[in-house]
């Protein structure tokens, strides 16, 4: 079994900051790419910012400059600084980790968080 837990979202004024954090448990071989996605109400689910195993990042636009993606592999942890919150920025965000496991053989498959609100008030 296999588990992402997210922490860190919460209530918080435009321009202010939070820090979300997503760490994996159970049985891993290998954590691949890991990144985070967003949804509000009746929309898409969309990327925000993914990081691979190497620490190669890649950001949507709207969130360029503003928002920070990192990882510590030792912890299986993967973390979203954000910075200069818009309420815009107002959505459920959702960790994902594409994992590797050894099952009789190597089995890679897309893993997600439970999701966690992230609230910026005008």
């Known amino acids: 079994q296999v588990q992402l837990v997210e922490s860190g979202g919460g209530l918080v004024q435009a321009g202010g900051s939070l820090t979300l954090s997503c760490a994996a448990s159970?049985?891993?071989?290998?954590?691949?790419?890991m990144g985070w996605y967003r949804q509000t109400p009746g929309n898409r689910r969309e990327l925000v910012a993914a990081?691979?195993?190497?620490?190669?990042?890649n950001y949507a636009d709207s969130v360029k400059a503003q928002f920070t993606i990192s990882r510590d592999n030792a912890k299986k942890t993967v973390y979203l600084q954000m910075n200069s919150l818009k309420p815009g920025d107002t959505a459920v965000y959702y960790c994902?980790?594409?994992?590797?496991?050894?099952?009789?053989?190597?089995?890679?498959?897309?893993?997600w968080g439970q999701g966690t609100q992230v609230t910026v008030s005008s």
């Open positions: 994902y980790a594409q994992i590797t496991r050894f099952i009789e053989h190597y089995v890679t498959n897309p893993y």
């Open positions: 159970g049985d891993i071989f290998r954590i691949n790419d």
């Open positions: 990081i691979t195993n190497a620490g190669s990042t």
